[in-house]
């Protein structure tokens, strides 16, 4: 199913939700019936017709909150390690967050 583009994808569930059979729609597409079925399956559950590859980017873990608080915690100490400052961190926040992405915060900001 990986191999298959998000235009074959929706072409397969098009093919299908205008008539077609099921195997005559995996033999036009060249797949096979199972991965027919995965395919409608994840249109039928979620209505998409994409792979979930294209959405890898990296989620963000602070808000702009944290952010700030973080800053305000680094000021006051530019010697504290990462450690502290997540525990310090995660006292003010609803939605605690790792030493690591403490750590990459601190990195993009420069500190």
Known sequence: MANLT???RGQI???RM??????????????SRSTFSKVMTAFKRE???SSEKHKSARKMKM???ARRTLKRIV??????????ITAELNKHLQDPVSTKAVRRELHK???
């Open 6 to 8: 998000d235009f074959q």
């Open 13 to 15: 569930v098009g093919a």
């Open 18 to 31: 205008a008539g077609a059979r099921v195997t005559e729609t995996a033999q036009m597409f060249n797949v």
């Open 47 to 49: 209505g998409k017709t």
């Open 63 to 65: 808000s702009e909150r």
């Open 75 to 84: 000021r006051e100490d530019r010697k504290i390690m990462a450690p502290k």
């Open 109 to 111: 900001s420069g500190f």
